[in-house]
């Protein structure tokens, strides 16, 4: 057996794909640690999987503010520093990272420590991070195959199990009219927020309304169920008929291996680098999913989802064996890792 750190953070869809392998992980290590930014969401999440958490600072690229970037070198270089001193102590044979801000530092420091690094992109385009560490992993894992990167390998993108087990309704709601989730999710949630809640009294005279807000002060009204956060998303994802969606990769993929209608209302271009429209694009050509931006949303809310509602059910397959195939790959490139340190010391 052997040992790996898994490491990503900052928002659920860098943390939920790390936390859905392990279980696959742990028939194939027996030890596994999780590295983050000390008070982080995934902090709570390792916690959460029993999985022992080791903080390492990260320093992360400001798109508005240009010049405070010029400082990220020193920052980072500090970063990998400590990610050196982390990744001596506990000696892992391999390093398994979901990009972004979070992953670098400890991806960085397992290259210039000859620990074979594996970097999984669950976008259609390489984010910065992992447009860094695909130049020296092992593989970078992809959830496209359209996606190119330096040793890319298509496998897809890792969700949890319990998503296709029986669920309960979160709230009680009313067997007369079909129900549409809305989910904002972790970041750009209120432009989303804010077109759903200018069509509130026409949506709540057609629909149950269950609405995922990401905020404290959400409106009442009959047959509106907001709720902050869900931990329990996939309730909500599967009593709903219809949802009106971001499209991180996560989601988007949880939406469509539960066979949902969507509507992807992608944040644009200037709020992001451009991957979750690239990423509806992507379903819509798939004839999987309908698409539409904030504007239509506000102006058309009834009519955008009384379409996704007379859509057919989406023509996509899941992979369950995803987890597996990952976590497959790790100890492979453990146990190469492995064979070649021997090499060397021989």
């Not at 804010?194 to 069509?199: D, G, I, L, R, T």
């Not at 509602?309 to 995803?322: A, E, G, Q, W």
Request: glycine share 6%; hydrophobic share 40%.
């Amino acid at each position: 057996m052997a040992t790996i750190v898994i490491t990503g953070g900052g928002t659920g869809g860098h943390i939920m794909p790390n936390i859905a392998l392990i279980p696959a992980l742990r028939k194939r290590f027996d030890k596994i640690y999780y590295v983050g930014i000390k008070g982080g969401r995934e902090e709570k999440a390792a916690k959460s999987a029993r999985i022992p958490f080791l903080d390492v600072p990260a320093v992360k690229l400001d798109r508005q503010k240009i010049f405070a970037n010029l400082l990220i070198p020193a920052r980072l270089s500090s970063c990998v520093g400590k990610a050196k001193e982390l990744l001596r102590g506990i000696e892992p044979d391999v390093v398994f990272c979901k990009g972004g801000f979070v992953s670098l530092p400890c991806a960085l420091a397992a290259h210039k420590l000859g620990i074979p690094v594996i970097t999984h992109e669950s976008d259609m385009s390489p984010g910065v991070a992992n447009k860094i560490i695909s130049r020296f992993a092992y593989a970078t894992v992809t959830s496209y195959p359209q996606t190119k990167a330096k040793n890319a390998v298509y496998i897809g993108n890792p969700i949890r199990r319990e998503i296709f087990s029986p669920h309960k309704p979160p709230v009680k709601l009313s067997a007369s009219r079909p129900t549409v989730l809305i989910v904002g999710g972790s970041t750009g949630a209120l432009a989303l927020n804010k077109a759903v809640w200018e069509n509130l009294d026409k949506l709540c005279t057609r629909y149950n309304v269950l609405h995922i807000t990401g905020c404290d002060d959400n409106p009442k009204h009959a047959n509106y169920y907001p709720v902050k956060y869900a931990d329990n998303i996939f309730d909500y994802y599967d009593c709903a008929d219809a949802v009106v969606s971001r499209c991180g990769a996560n989601a988007a993929c949880e939406l469509l291996a539960m066979r949902k209608k969507v509507v992807f209302v992608p944040l644009n271009n200037r709020a992001s680098r451009g991957d979750q429209v690239e990423n509806a694009r992507h379903y819509v050509n798939m004839e999987c999913a309908a698409m539409c931006d904030e504007k239509q949303l506000a102006c058309d809310a009834v009519r955008i989802i009384d379409r996704a509602l007379s859509m057919h059910v989406p023509r996509y397959t899941y992979d369950i064996n995803t987890d597996e195939k990952i976590a497959a790959l790790c100890l492979k490139a453990a146990e190469e890792g492995k064979r070649a340190k021997n090499t060397r010391r021989r």
